[in-house]
């Protein structure tokens, strides 16, 4: 059964990036995508982003596009996602989920990443 | 202002049922599937319903879901405590080639 390993939490300052790790273990996305949630303190699931890599298909939401990067090794199984220039209300726990292409389900979810944004 | 309506919070009692709708338009529920998440406090989501109305295995069959136009409900029957969480719709929306979340529904159970 395949699991998403997500990498530490991380505590930045405003103004800086971050790049966090999503490795399949137990098997690969090689048939699927990966996308990206976060979640700020109390609120509710804002979806970020997703890439295919067998399609070499990557979406942004509109709201980050410019200051988020996702991208995929194939050979690893492994996703990253890069914020950029940072500000307080970056703060969130960052998921990443396996994703269905014709579906489009996110049915594996890794545990998640806290990233603090503070000064 | 989340594209996908949902109501903020539902609750009922115990073996209760509970029918969370999620309101949408022309450009993402009509045309497209629709999935549903429980989040539990403090752990990440989880699938309950792929494909408007499919189950993963290991969900039990209390969940159901349905769609209809530009709407879609998750079904809730047999209530438990451990069902007390959170509760997300979302699919995708052609008009800005995004997925779309709805706000989330807090379940209670009485």
């Known amino acids: 059964q395949v699991q998403l390993v997500q990498s530490g939490a991380e505590v930045k300052k405003p103004g800086s990036s971050v790049k966090v790790t999503c490795k399949a273990s137990?098997?690969?996305?090689?048939?699927?995508?990966i996308t990206w949630v976060r979640q700020a303190p109390g609120q509710g699931l804002e979806w970020m982003g997703r890439?295919?890599?067998?399609?070499?298909?990557?979406n942004y939401a509109h709201e980050l596009k410019g200051r988020v990067t996702i991208t995929a090794d194939k050979s690893t199984s492994t996703a990253y996602m890069e914020l950029s220039s940072l500000r307080s209300e970056d703060t969130a726990v960052y998921y990443c989920?396996?994703?269905?292409?014709?579906?489009?389900?996110?049915?594996?979810w890794g545990k998640g990443t806290t990233v603090t944004v503070s000064s | 202002q989340s594209v996908l309506t949902q109501p903020p919070s539902m609750s009922a009692a115990p073996r209760q049922k509970v029918t969370i709708s999620c309101s949408g338009s022309s450009s993402n529920i009509e045309i497209n599937f629709v999935s549903w998440y429980q989040q539990l406090p403090g752990t990440a989501p989880r699938l309950l319903i792929y494909e408007n109305n499919k189950r993963p295995s290991g969900i039990p069959d209390r969940f159901s879901g349905s769609k209809s136009g530009t709407s879609a409900t998750l079904d809730i029957t047999g209530l438990q405590t451990g069902d007390e969480a959170d509760y997300y719709c979302g699919t995708w929306d052609n008009s800005v080639n995004a997925w779309v979340f709805g706000g989330g529904t807090k379940v209670t159970v009485l």
């Open positions: 137990g098997g690969s996305f090689s048939s699927y995508g």
């Open positions: 989920a396996r994703v269905g292409i014709a579906s489009r389900a996110m049915d594996v």
């Open positions: 890439i295919i890599p067998i399609l070499g298909t990557v």
